[in-house]
């Protein structure tokens, strides 16, 4: 049966799922929610008449609006939600709600609130990652390793700019040394995903709680320290294969110049980002410390382009992927720089387990698949 369904504007994977939901035959109509009133919400929905809403991203807001109005409301959460995003508001009707999270400690977290919720996972978008075999094309490409991704530099720079009007320079030293000292101590150590493995608020150390008494300010600071140990996580890792003799690419933002001497730029997240994929020998994927015990966006579309992966290991990943036949894995404990070298010498094995891979990814990891899913679950409620 047809369906109309009013969305939440946002980019990149909301437009993959659009494009899939038309597919399937349903009707869509689009909303930009910056500065979404809710005249404007009412009157849209008023005129569109939709059989139920969906975002990218769970809204309270969004849910308060639906359930006024009786309105069944499903949200697919990709990104990590501050503590403002994670609640309900008056009017929301939690029996008209489905929310979706790829994070099952976001799972629970909703599920916490009294919300329907469920596991899914994130997908590759067939149309946007295939295999390029064009060899001009992959030429500019064309290296031994390569890592895709933000420096987060600008984290850094965040808490900078919190921490200096409070306490000057020497607080906002005092935490960069604070979170450095934490990433050399725990980088190699699994568990660690962040200030929440730590202990939350009570790991910072008291000369940041003491600047910070305020509710607000505290979930600030949390989370900017969480950036922070994130960015510092990530640019370490990096900086451990300036040395590497094989060649290799970094892209992204200009924070990585002053870290790898192979950086190369930025990558749009089209075509470039597909041919970079293409033409690494190895595609290393770090995730972002809150990341580590889940799948990433990256994991797909590399495998959905026909790349060879090489990843942190994780039990969500292994859950789904074997390692050395879909995938190769390293571990935060592993000499990087070896693992790299040894896989670089094997031409042969990382092209077979790239085919397999992306057999995997094109036989249940599409966002095709996920829209089927979401439809299937939409069918199922007693909307």
């Known amino acids: 049966m047809i369906q109309r369904i009013l969305y939440l504007e946002y980019h990149l994977v909301l437009n993959d799922v659009v494009e899939c939901l038309q597919q ?21 929905c008023a005129k569109n008449q939709p059989d139920w809403v969906f975002s990218i991203n769970f809204s309270p807001a969004i849910a308060s609006l639906c359930g006024r109005l009786g309105l069944p409301y499903l949200s697919w959460t990709i990104d990590p939600l501050p503590r403002s995003r994670v609640q309900l508001l008056d009017g929301t009707q ?6 979706l999270a790829h994070d099952p400690q976001m799972v629970a977290q909703f599920q916490g609130l009294g919300l329907p919720a469920q596991h899914m996972l994130l997908a590759a978008p067939a149309q946007r990652r295939h295999p390029v075999t064009d060899s001009y094309a992959l030429a500019p490409y064309q290296c031994d390793a390569s890592f895709a991704g933000s420096s987060l530099v600008d984290e850094l720079l965040s808490l900078d700019r919190m921490l200096t009007p409070l306490g000057g320079d020497s607080l906002s030293g005092q935490a960069l040394s604070w979170a450095q000292t934490i990433t050399d101590a725990c980088a190699h150590d699994p568990a660690y995903s962040g200030l929440a493995s730590l202990g939350g608020w009570d790991a910072l150390p008291p000369v940041l709680q003491n600047h910070c008494t305020a509710l607000t300010d505290r979930e600030q600071l949390m989370r900017l320290m969480d950036g922070a140990l994130t960015a510092l996580y990530r640019q370490q890792t990096i900086s451990r294969l300036k040395h590497w003799r094989g060649d290799m690419h970094i892209w992204g933002d200009a924070g990585w ?26 595609n290393l994927d770090i995730p972002r410390l809150y990341q580590r015990q889940s799948v990433t966006m990256r994991v797909f579309d590399i495998l959905a382009a026909g790349g060879f992966l090489l990843t942190e290991h994780n039990p969500a990943l292994a859950d789904i992927l074997v390692a050395g036949q879909h995938v190769a894995f390293y571990k935060a404990s592993d000499n990087l720089t070896d693992i790299m070298a040894d896989w670089l010498n094997r031409p042969d094995d990382r092209k077979a387990i790239a085919l397999a891979g992306r057999n995997e990814v094109m036989a249940k990891h599409l966002i095709s698949h996920r829209v089927a899913t979401l439809l299937q679950l939409i069918d199922q409620q007693a909307w």
């Open 24 to 44: 399937f035959g349903h009707q869509l109509t689009g909303l930009a929610p910056q500065g979404l009133t809710v005249e404007l919400f009412n009157h849209t």
């Open 94 to 99: 939690p029996a008209l709600c489905l929310a």
């Open 257 to 282: 110049s002053a870290i790898h001497p192979g950086h190369k730029g930025f990558a749009d997240h089209g075509n470039e980002l597909t041919r970079i994929y293409c033409a690494s020998a190895i």
